[in-house]
């Protein structure tokens, strides 16, 4: 299976998260019938993105949002990345996202490692620790085309993570984000094609669409980027649905014609996982 189809959907989230979750679930329907293998929804799916959301709209794993999830990861027989939603366990809030394989299975549970905490004088502060917790495992999963390494959004400034999945055997890194509109235009498709190229892996990110109204604008502009730094596909700001496939034929090519991992000076520098 050296190609497969990876669908990014760029949902318009709303305020009302039954109608978020409604469809959210028929557009990966729609991936699935045009043949995606693996679909990714955005950062905060299911809810507006904001700190005085997140309590609001969080939910225990699995909950009603992750099971209608698992619902159609079965009914599509696919595997379904569940973007994120606002997660409570024990009195904390995390910012989650929940995988299901082709037969429901719930396989892994990735919390945010590096909470969204930015001050950019003049243009935007925002404080994710104010109300959320965050993670602290490193989340990859298994599928018959190649293994994935998931992070959201803020996780994909720290290359230390994504030198750890490629370490793990990742080719392709998936970061359901929601970019603003100071970060997007600045760094959003730079950060991608630097984790690309750095670790000679695959990296897609899944933006909600931009709701100019809404309390945090997103940046919108999904995007799929090779591991030679190739943007292969990218979004507008409307809520669509962006596909590519995703050729592990040519990963491995890249990777004989530029044998960075060979070459590394581990008797110079390391990065090392400190947990399992």
């Known amino acids: 299976m050296a190609t497969f189809r990876l669908a990014l959907i760029q949902l318009q989230v709303s305020s009302v998260k039954s109608d978020n979750l409604t469809r959210a679930c028929g557009l990966i329907w729609e991936a699935a019938k045009q043949g995606a293998k693996i679909v990714s929804l955005p950062e905060c799916f299911n809810s507006p993105y904001g700190t005085k959301y997140f309590p609001e709209y969080a939910e225990k794993i699995p909950g009603d949002s992750t099971q209608k999830l698992s619902e159609v990861a079965k009914k599509c027989s696919i595997y379904v990345i569940g973007g994120s939603i606002p997660e409570e366990d024990a009195g904390k809030l995390y910012n989650t996202c929940a995988v299901f394989g082709p037969d429901g299975t719930l396989l892994v549970k990735h919390r945010k490692l590096h909470l969204f905490d930015i001050d950019v004088p003049g243009k935007i502060t925002f404080q994710e ?96 980027v090779s591991p030679w730094g190739e943007v292969l596909v990218k979004a507008g700001t409307e809520e669509m649905i962006v596909y590519s496939d995703i050729d592990l034929k040519k990963l491995a090519e890249i990777r004989q014609q530029i044998p960075i991992f060979s070459q590394k000076r581990s008797d110079l520098y390391a990065v090392e996982a400190k947990k399992p």
Do not use: M
């Not at 490193?138 to 230390?160: H, K, M, N, Q, W």
């Not at 999945?165 to 998936?174: D, E, F, I, S």
């Not at 695959?202 to 669409?209: D, F, G, H, K, L």
């Open 129 to 224: 620790s104010k109300t959320l917790s965050p993670g602290d495992s490193f989340s990859t999963f298994d599928t018959p085309y190649c293994r994935v390494g998931l992070g959201i959004c803020y996780d994909i400034r720290f290359a230390e993570l994504a030198q750890i999945y490629a370490q793990r055997g990742c080719q392709l890194l998936v970061y359901p984000a929601a970019f603003n509109l100071t970060t997007g235009p600045a760094h959003w498709e730079l950060l991608q094609r630097g984790r690309a190229v750095d670790n000679q892996v695959y990296v897609a990110t899944a933006s909600p669409a931009r709701d100019d109204k809404a309390s945090y604008v997103a940046w919108g502009h999904s995007t799929v």
